[in-house]
T-cell receptor, first 114, second 112 residues
Framework: EAGVAQSPRYKIIEKRQSVAFWCNPISGHATLYWYQQILGQGPKLLIQFQNNGVVDDSQLPKDRFSAERLKGVDSTLKIQPAKLEDSAVYLC????????????FGAGTRLSVL | GEDVEQSLFLSVREGDSSVINCTYTDSSSTYLYWYKQEPGAGLQLLTYIFSNMDMKQDQRLTVLLNKKDKHLSLRIADTQTGDSAIYFCAESMDTGRRALTFGSGTRLQVQP
């Protein structure tokens, strides 16, 4: 079974530029999450999708971050414009319907904003 | 609000047991998890425990849960150099908002 795929693995941009990250979850997983992991911290939820609907985006800085999951499969996360404090690893995870809520993580995209 | 806390660093010798501790505040947590993160890699689920259990064993891993004190621990028996990584404790509910709330991670260093 293929895991969660993310691209790109690394991205370096200058502040005020825009950037987009892509995630392909495990086949059949209805729930998709984007987490932000700042160096030295645990991951923090940005947004949770159930199929193509948003369940929780309360921690998403909506003035600059947007995310979509149009067909309930792949998802993109965009930052526009980027700030220095957006430098982090962006992790995508997916889970199925089982009650124990096992989330499988991709390798992440490491973003450096200069 | 939700909060998960862990100690930052643990150093052990190869072959010894490691015990990584975690405390959480959300009494409605249904599942508690331990994830491992190696440098440059994503998070790998090691094990999980349901909140109505107090112990779970899986090969070299033993998870203990004290629900009264909201304390979770992960014991790794016969620790190997390959166990060197950052270990994250996380909690979630099983309905509604199911996102994980993570601690800041404990860096385990295994010395040969």
């Amino acid at each position: 079974e293929a895991g969660v795929a993310q691209s790109p693995r690394y991205k370096i941009i200058e502040k005020r530029q825009s950037v987009a990250f892509w995630c392909n979850p495990i086949s059949g997983h209805a729930t998709l999450y984007w987490y932000q992991q700042i160096l030295g911290q645990g991951p923090k939820l940005l947004i949770q999708f159930q199929n193509n609907g948003v369940v929780d985006d309360s921690q998403l800085p909506k003035d600059r971050f947007s995310a979509e999951r149009l067909k309930g499969v792949d998802s993109t996360l965009k930052i526009q414009p980027a700030k220095l404090e957006d430098s982090a690893v962006y992790l995508c995870a997916s889970s199925g319907w089982e009650a124990k809520n096992i989330q499988y993580f991709g390798a992440g995209t490491r973003l450096s904003v200069l | 609000g939700e909060d998960v806390e862990q100690s930052l660093f643990l150093s052990v010798r190869e072959g010894d047991s490691s015990v990584i501790n975690c405390t959480y505040t959300d009494s409605s947590s249904t599942y508690l998890y331990w994830y491992k993160q190696e440098p440059g890699a994503g998070l790998q689920l090691l094990t999980y425990i349901f909140s109505n259990m107090d112990m779970k064993q899986d090969q070299r891993l033993t998870v203990l849960l004290n629900k009264k004190d909201k304390h979770l621990s992960l014991r790794i028996a016969d620790t190997q150099t390959g166990d060197s990584a950052i270990y994250f404790c996380a909690e979630s509910m099983d309905t509604g908002r199911r996102a994980l709330t993570f601690g800041s991670g404990t860096r385990l260093q295994v010395q040969p």
